[in-house]
Nanobody, 126 residues
Framework: VQLQASGGGLVQAGGSLRLSCAASGRTSNIYVLGWLRQPPGKEREFVSSVGWNDGTTYYADSVKGRFTVSRDNAKNTVYLQMNNLKPEDTAVYYC????????????????????WGKGTQVTVSS
């Protein structure tokens, strides 16, 4: 499975962006897709995930109520709608996923995930 992320950019605080992640290849193997981010000088962290088959969603506490993850199985695409963005949301956002529940369940994820897209930069100015 290959992942292609897009949609990052520069936005003012309070603004919105939508990230997209298009999956290709053996998408039938996907168990979960989601988003991780790496703020400047910090470690990578969980943002949100969605079950590929059942649509179950999870969010980091820091983004609950502001971000919405969704999937379109017909288009093999996952989206992250980000509203009311804050400067602390500034990070490189990575689309990632796995075919095994053991590697990513809820907000618990493994660094050895099977599927990774290239990061997309999101910068929120104050």
């Amino acid at each position: 499975v290959q992942l292609q992320a897009s949609g990052g950019g520069l936005v003012q605080a309070g603004g919105s962006l939508r990230l997209s992640c298009a999956a290709s290849g053996r998408t039938s193997n996907i168990y979960v897709l989601g988003w991780l981010r790496q703020p400047p000088g910090k470690e990578r962290e969980f943002v949100s995930s969605v079950g590929w088959n059942d649509g179950t969603t999870y969010y980091a506490d820091s983004v609950k109520g502001r971000f919405t993850v969704s999937r379109d199985n017909a288009k093999n695409t996952v989206y992250l709608q980000m509203n009311n963005l804050k400067p602390e949301d500034t990070a490189v956002y990575y689309c990632a996923g796995d075919g095994d529940r053991a590697n990513w369940s809820g907000n618990n994820w493994s660094a050895g995930l099977d599927y990774w897209g290239k990061g997309t930069q999101v910068t929120v100015s104050s």
